[in-house]
C-alpha cells in the first residue's frame, strides 16, 4: 500500500536543461551540467521517504526503474534488503538535497569514457522518524551515470543511475532541533 503524502516536498531551485529531441540530438547535447542535474534529481527521488523508509524506498526504487541500468537496481534493492533486514527502515522518513555551496561545478563530473560519468555528489541527507527528524548526515555519493536506450518518452535524457563510482562515505553529521 502507497501513502500519498500532504506534507511539502523541499524545492530545488535548479532547473534541468530541456530534454534532448532526439538521439542525434541526445549525444549531441550531453553537457556536464545536463549529467550532474540528471544523477542529483534521481540520487533526490531515491532518498526521499516521506511515511516509512520500509516501502517510500521500495517503492521510489520501482518508480524510478527507467533511471537506473540493471546494476544500478541491483545496487539500490540490494540496499533497501540490508537496510531492511536490520530494522533500519521501518518508520524512517528521509529527504535529500545537495550541500549550499557544494552544487554543481564541471568538476564534479568525470568522464570515464564517451557513453559513461562519474557523478560527484555531496548532499545533506536529513533524517529521522515522522515525530523526529532532524539528524543531519553529510554525505558524498560518487555515482556511475551512463547513456541508455530506453525509449526518450519515459527518460528524454537518455541517462541512466548504473550504481556508485567508489565509496560513499559520511563527510559528517549534525544533530536537529526537530523538524525541518
Known amino acids: ?5 500532504t506534507e511539502p516536498k523541499p524545492v530545488n531551485g535548479r532547473a534541468l536543461p530541456q530534454a534532448p529531441r532526439n538521439g542525434t540530438e541526445r549525444r549531441a547535447l550531453l553537457a556536464p551540467a545536463t549529467i550532474y542535474g540528471f544523477a542529483v534529481t534521481v540520487m533526490q527521488r531515491l532518498n526521499e521517504w516521506p511515511c516509512d523508509g520500509a ?5 521510489r526504487i520501482q518508480e524510478l526503474t527507467h533511471c537506473l541500468t540493471a546494476n544500478g537496481l541491483k545496487t539500490y534493492l540490494d540496499d533497501h534488503s540490508a537496510r531492511f533486514r536490520v530494522g533500519e527502515l521501518l518508520g524512517a522518513v528521509r529527504c535529500a538535497s545537495e550541500i549550499p555551496g557544494r552544487d554543481y561545478d564541471r568538476d564534479r563530473v568525470i568522464k570515464l569514457d564517451s557513453d559513461s560519468w562519474r557523478v560527484d555528489l555531496d548532499m545533506l541527507v536529513d533524517e529521522g522518524t515522522r ?11 560518487p555515482v556511475r551515470v551512463v547513456r541508455c536506450g530506453v525509449a526518450p518518452e519515459i527518460n528524454p535524457f537518455g541517462l541512466a543511475l548504473d550504481g556508485y563510482a567508489g565509496t560513499v562515505r559520511e563527510l559528517g553529521t549534525q ?5 525541518w
Open 1 to 5: 500500500m502507497v501513502a500519498n503524502s
Open 55 to 59: 516501502q517510500d524506498y521500495a517503492v
Open 131 to 141: 515525530s523526529s527528524w532532524g539528524d543531519y548526515r553529510y554525505m558524498h555519493y
Open 175 to 179: 544533530r536537529g532541533t526537530g523538524r
